[in-house]
């Protein structure tokens, strides 16, 4: 018997079975009603894939309950059964579940859409949408408790009609405002004990399973505990009572943590199975299935999770991003070949910002109908000729994998004896270890391959590269931090940015580290400014992080960092100066303008770390330019961040494209991809 033959061991699902303990947990896209053939397809890749349930994500059952601008899935009436049917089918097709994740959102909804007021147990603010949408909810009567409850069935019924195996009662959604005594204050049958506060989501429940519990399995997600803002609010000792009422009612239980933050927790802060100690009590109260999640890429935690009896079934949704055919892959024990989610929520990103679904390991995510992409396999070559790419970080690497799967032969040339370029650089700066996941991955891929050779420690000039003789150039070689501090909101250098005590994130990485009192200007507002603070902390620094906006990493709500970076400073005690610029840069300390008054004032310090822009290295680009204008290149470009600098995960897809592309008939201007457009 093989170790892992546990993990593909059928589990019944009330009327359903599954074929394994593989279990895509409910997980935003950006696609969901706005491109039903974008993600029916990416569904279906994942059932292809080997995971044995495949869920939508949050469905809308009810037009009062809209998430603009988020995209989420819908099931406000008969029109969305077609849509949704796409999804079913695609997953259907490779043996697996299909289940949706009806919701009537409640205080989670903004209906900036329908413009009608969102329900809620009580009045007050809403906690949906952006966080600070200035929205109040209407107080429900016993009218509005019956129509939730009756909309909540239509679409119930409606996904039966697409043809769903499993339909949730999720208790994220107005469930949890009336089940959450912080927030209810009702003094009627719906509000005080938990019996009361439960009344509503027992109803739910009983509807759903009156209407549709013949064909559909009913599953609940319940959030376990509450960490964060308001902890012990909601705890495992209330979810210990409320299963104690309604352990048996549901076919599966799919327990979490909440808020969001918490749940799908980056790798900065939270490792792999880390809501273990949450919902682990969950299984002894009830004989359903129990599934849960924890960012899972290790068959043998996922083994122990079975084995140990905290979990039935292994939830993913990241981890199923970052690489659809985990199960198969498992199967076929090919544990080298799975591609593991770091931990970075780029995906998450893609929620926040209404965009389709996009994943830093994974390329090919979202664009599985838009581009025909798929995540095991390349378009085949289409001639024999060979390519040298220039480069061996998340862009020349996936570069060189990608055309080497298609069947080219490929030399990747790297400066440096260790390949990985920025992500093994980065994966060493405190919190983030996984992400040289990035690298590995790829490296592990290349050596398997006979038509790829690599050359580390190979810097490559012009000359070296035309004695290599391939007419064909890729050039990846990167971007560095910029040292004049010009950044998103300056556009001049700042006086006093040439001076020896003067960082850039690059040397602080490069083992160049300043000692005392240091500043550290963010313009960059995403991770790095934060990562060097507690970097620098740990060094015995005392670091005090600057920058013009009104918060701190601004940019990492959309990745669900920005509570947990707060707070690590906070507790480290990294002061914070918000809403000044860096006005000039002394030998002993720096002159900060106030981003409103233009106040001035002086901050001592020893050192100054600019985390500003980055700058293309495309030095080599512009020296081969010639051989290309002469013939003897054929073909010449640049991807990553030497062409445009970025996030991670767009260098990868860079590299990915540019193999997809080489030597395809690509018009110059053409659009690239399929647009989908709404049909009636
Ligand atoms: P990207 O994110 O676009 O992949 P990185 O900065 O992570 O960019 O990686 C660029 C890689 O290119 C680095 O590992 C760097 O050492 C390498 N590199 C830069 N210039 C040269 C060169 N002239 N020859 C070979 N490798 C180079
Ligand atoms: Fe994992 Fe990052 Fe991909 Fe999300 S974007 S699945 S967190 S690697």
Same mark, same amino acid.
């Given at each position: 018997?093989?170790?892992?033959?546990?993990? %593909?061991?059928?589990?019944?699902?009330?009327?359903?079975? +599954?074929?394994?303990?593989?279990?895509?947990?409910?997980?935003?896209?950006?696609?969901?009603?706005?491109?039903?053939?974008?993600?029916?397809?990416?569904?279906?890749?994942?059932?292809?894939?080997?995971?044995?349930?495949?869920?939508?994500?949050?469905?809308?059952?009810?037009?009062?309950?809209?998430?603009?601008?988020?995209?989420?899935?819908?099931? *406000?009436? $008969?029109?969305?059964?077609?849509?949704?049917?796409?999804?079913?089918?695609?997953?259907?097709?490779?043996?697996?579940?299909?289940?949706?994740?009806?919701?009537?959102?409640?205080? $989670?909804?903004?209906?900036?859409?329908?413009?009608?007021?969102?329900?809620?147990?009580?009045?007050?603010?809403? *906690?949906?949408?952006?966080?600070?949408?200035?929205?109040?909810?209407?107080?429900?009567?016993?009218?509005?408790?019956?129509?939730?409850?009756?909309?909540?069935?239509?679409?119930?019924?409606?996904?039966?009609?697409?043809?769903?195996?499993?339909?949730?009662?999720?208790?994220?959604?107005?469930?949890?405002?009336?089940?959450?005594?912080?927030?209810?204050?009702?003094?009627?049958?719906?509000?005080?004990?938990?019996?009361?506060?439960?009344?509503?989501?027992?109803?739910?429940?009983? $509807?759903?399973? $009156?209407?549709?519990?013949?064909?559909?399995?009913?599953?609940?997600?319940?959030?376990?505990?509450?960490?964060?803002?308001?902890?012990?609010?909601?705890?495992?000792?209330?979810?210990?009572?409320?299963?104690?009422?309604?352990?048996?009612?549901?076919?599966? *239980?799919?327990?979490?943590? +909440?808020?969001?933050?918490?749940?799908?927790?980056?790798?900065? @802060?939270?490792?792999?199975?880390?809501?273990?100690?949450?919902?682990?009590?969950?299984?002894?109260?009830?004989?359903?299935?129990?599934?849960?999640?924890?960012? @899972?890429?290790?068959?043998?935690?996922?083994?122990?999770?079975?084995?140990?009896?905290?979990?039935?079934?292994?939830?993913?949704?990241?981890?199923?991003?970052?690489?659809? %055919?985990?199960?198969?892959?498992?199967?076929?024990?090919?544990?080298?070949?799975?591609?593991?989610?770091?931990?970075?929520?780029?995906?998450?990103?893609?929620? @926040?910002?209404?965009?389709?679904?996009?994943?830093?390991?994974?390329?090919?995510?979202?664009?599985?109908?838009?581009?025909?992409?798929?995540?095991?396999?390349?378009?085949?070559?289409?001639?024999?000729?060979?390519?040298?790419?220039?480069?061996?970080?998340?862009?020349?690497?996936?570069?060189?994998?990608?055309?080497?799967?298609?069947?080219?032969?490929?030399?990747?040339?790297?400066?440096?004896?260790?390949?990985?370029?920025?992500?093994?650089?980065?994966?060493?700066?405190?919190?983030?270890?996984? *992400?040289?996941?990035?690298?590995?991955?790829?490296?592990?891929?290349?050596?398997?391959?006979?038509?790829?050779?690599?050359?580390?420690?190979?810097?490559?000039?012009?000359?070296?590269?035309?004695?290599?003789?391939?007419?064909?150039?890729?050039?990846?070689?990167?971007?560095?931090?910029?040292?004049?501090?010009?950044?998103?909101?300056?556009?001049?250098?700042?006086?006093?940015?040439?001076?020896?005590?003067?960082?850039?994130?690059?040397?602080?990485?490069?083992?160049?580290?300043?000692?005392?009192?240091?500043?550290?200007?963010?313009?960059?507002?995403?991770?790095?400014?934060?990562?060097?603070?507690?970097?620098?902390?740990?060094?015995?620094?005392?670091?005090?992080?600057? +920058?013009?906006?009104?918060?701190?990493?601004?940019?990492?709500?959309?990745?669900?960092?920005?509570?947990?970076?707060?707070?690590?400073?906070?507790?480290?005690?990294?002061?914070?100066?918000?809403?000044?610029?860096?006005?000039?840069?002394?030998?002993?300390?720096?002159?900060?303008?106030?981003?409103?008054?233009?106040?001035?004032?002086?901050?001592?310090?020893?050192?100054?770390?600019?985390? +500003?822009?980055?700058?293309?290295?495309?030095?080599?680009?512009?020296?081969?330019?010639?051989?290309?204008?002469?013939?003897?290149?054929?073909?010449?470009?640049?991807?990553?961040?030497?062409?445009?600098?970025?996030?991670?995960?767009?260098?990868?897809?860079?590299?990915?494209?540019?193999?997809?592309?080489?030597?395809?008939?690509?018009?110059?201007?053409?659009?690239?991809?399929?647009?989908?457009?709404?049909?009636?």
């Amino acid at each position: 018997m093989d170790k892992y033959d546990i993990l %593909f061991e059928p589990v019944q699902i009330g009327p359903h079975t +599954t074929k394994n303990r593989f279990y895509q947990t409910p997980h935003c896209n950006g696609m969901g009603s706005r491109n039903p053939r974008g993600h029916a397809a990416m569904r279906g890749v994942k059932a292809e894939g080997g995971w044995g349930v495949v869920n939508t994500e949050e469905m809308q059952v009810h037009w009062t309950t809209d998430q603009a601008p988020f995209i989420e899935g819908q099931m *406000w009436d $008969d029109a969305d059964i077609a849509p949704n049917r796409l999804m079913v089918e695609e997953v259907h097709k490779h043996g697996a579940l299909a289940g949706c994740q009806l919701a009537y959102h409640g205080m $989670d909804a903004t209906n900036w859409y329908s413009r009608v007021p969102v329900l809620g147990p009580r009045s007050m603010s809403i *906690w949906g949408g952006s966080g600070i949408d200035p929205i109040h909810t209407k107080k429900m009567d016993k009218q509005d408790i019956l129509n939730v409850r009756r909309w909540h069935k239509k679409a119930a019924l409606r996904a039966k009609e697409a043809g769903f195996d499993i339909a949730y009662v999720y208790s994220e959604t107005i469930v949890w405002s009336f089940l959450n005594k912080r927030i209810n204050d009702r003094t009627d049958e719906y509000g005080g004990d938990l019996e009361n506060r439960a009344r509503f989501f027992m109803e739910l429940l009983a $509807d759903t399973k $009156d209407a549709i519990g013949d064909k559909c399995a009913i599953a609940v997600r319940l959030a376990v505990t509450e960490l964060g803002d308001h902890p012990n609010d909601w705890d495992k000792a209330q979810s210990a009572d409320l299963l104690g009422m309604m352990a048996e009612i549901p076919d599966l *239980w799919d327990v979490n943590v +909440t808020g969001w933050e918490n749940d799908s927790a980056v790798s900065r @802060f939270y490792k792999e199975g880390h809501e273990e100690q949450y919902i682990g009590f969950v299984k002894g109260l009830t004989t359903k299935p129990v599934v849960g999640v924890g960012r @899972f890429t290790s068959p043998e935690t996922m083994v122990s999770m079975v084995q140990r009896g905290v979990l039935d079934l292994i939830g993913a949704a990241r981890p199923s991003i970052a690489d659809p %055919f985990l199960p198969n892959k498992i199967q076929e024990g090919r544990i080298d070949d799975i591609r593991e989610c770091i931990g970075c929520n780029i995906c998450v990103m893609g929620d @926040f910002q209404a965009i389709p679904i996009r994943c830093t390991q994974n390329p090919t995510m979202g664009e599985e109908y838009r581009r025909d992409w798929h995540p095991e396999k390349m378009n085949a070559a289409t001639s024999d000729k060979d390519i040298l790419v220039v480069g061996a970080g998340p862009a020349g690497l996936e570069c060189a994998r990608a055309l080497g799967d298609r069947g080219y032969n490929v030399i990747l040339a790297e400066a440096e004896r260790e390949l990985g370029g920025r992500v093994t650089r980065e994966s060493r700066l405190l919190g983030l270890s996984e *992400w040289v996941r990035v690298a590995d991955w790829r490296i592990t891929q290349i050596e398997k391959m006979d038509n790829v050779t690599v050359y580390p420690g190979s810097k490559m000039s012009a000359e070296d590269v035309m004695e290599v003789e391939c007419e064909h150039v890729i050039i990846a070689t990167g971007a560095s931090w910029r040292r004049d501090g010009i950044g998103r909101e300056k556009w001049k250098p700042v006086p006093g940015h040439d001076q020896d005590n003067v960082y850039t994130p690059g040397d602080i990485m490069d083992g160049k580290r300043p000692t005392g009192k240091v500043v550290i200007f963010d313009n960059d507002h995403y991770y790095m400014g934060s990562v060097l603070a507690e970097e620098l902390h740990r060094d015995g620094c005392e670091v005090t992080i600057v +920058t013009e906006r009104a918060v701190v990493a601004e940019y990492t709500k959309y990745t669900l960092e920005d509570m947990h970076i707060h707070k690590r400073l906070h507790e480290k005690g990294i002061k914070k100066v918000v809403q000044h610029d860096l006005a000039e840069i002394k030998a002993n300390g720096v002159t900060l303008e106030h981003a409103i008054s233009e106040e001035e004032t002086f901050l001592e310090c020893d050192a100054v770390v600019l985390v +500003t822009d980055r700058l293309p290295e495309d030095g080599l680009y512009h020296d081969l330019l010639p051989y290309l204008e002469e013939g003897k290149l054929k073909s010449l470009k640049t991807i990553g961040d030497c062409h445009a600098p970025n996030i991670i995960e767009r260098a990868v897809f860079a590299g990915h494209n540019a193999a997809r592309e080489f030597d395809e008939d690509v018009p110059e201007g053409g659009l690239p991809f399929k647009r989908e457009r709404a049909i009636y």
